[in-house]
Each structure stands twice: as C-alpha cells, then as structure tokens.
C-alpha cells in the first residue's frame, strides 16, 4: 500500500485546511485509516482514524470538535481542520493499518506516507 498526503500549509489562527490520503497498491488489506502528526521534539501523536468497512471514526480529544475525518469511495481519506491553533502545528502523517482494532498507537499501523507540513501562525 502507498500513501500520498497532501493538503498541508500556512493558515491564520481560526482557518481552515482539508488533508487528503490517497492510497494505492494493495488497498484491500488495509482496515483502518490513520492520521498522525509530530511537531518539532515531540513525539508522533494520534489525531483521528476511519474504519474504512464500517466508517467509524475516533479523534484525539485535542481535536475533537475541531477536525473531522473522512472517505470517500476510491481510497481517498480526508482530514477536516477548522478552527486551527498554533499547536496545531507539525507535520501530519496519513497510515494505514491492516489491524481492524488500529486505532490510536502508531505501531499498530502498517503503511505510513511522507508527512505534510501544517503551520498555523498568525
């Protein structure tokens, strides 16, 4: 499976940015979609994931109500960000994980893409 994150940027406090994950290869395997981001010193953080069967979603409470996690029908995934924070800032990462029960840990997840940068700073 190969990922292709995309969408990332400078936004003003309170804007908006839409990620997009596209995967390709064996995408069957693969349950859960993951994104993760890590800011400079930090560790890699979970941010929201989408079981692509069911469309379940979870989200890290520092985003929740903030962001919104989705899919659509040709193995895209997108992350919804609105009203961004200066800690909202890193480098987000789209994975993929052939685990049903993925969610949160970064070990869990099997495929990983290059990462985004997002910077929110006025």
């Known amino acids: 499976v190969q990922l292709q994150a995309s969408g990332g940027g400078l936004v003003q406090p309170g804007g908006s940015l839409r990620l997009s994950c596209a995967a390709s290869?064996?995408?069957?395997?693969?349950?859960?979609m993951g994104w993760f981001r890590q800011a400079p010193g930090k560790e890699r953080e979970f941010v929201a994931s989408i079981r692509r069967s069911a469309g379940t979603t979870y989200y890290a409470d520092s985003v929740k109500g903030r962001f919104t996690i989705s899919k659509d029908n040709k193995n895209t995934v997108y992350l919804q960000m609105n009203s961004l924070k200066p800690e909202d800032t890193a480098v987000y990462y789209c994975a993929a994980a052939v685990l049903y029960s993925a969610n949160s840990r970064p070990r869990d997840y099997d495929y990983w893409g290059q990462g985004t940068q997002v910077t929110v700073s006025s």
């Open positions: 290869g064996r995408t069957i395997s693969s349950n859960v």
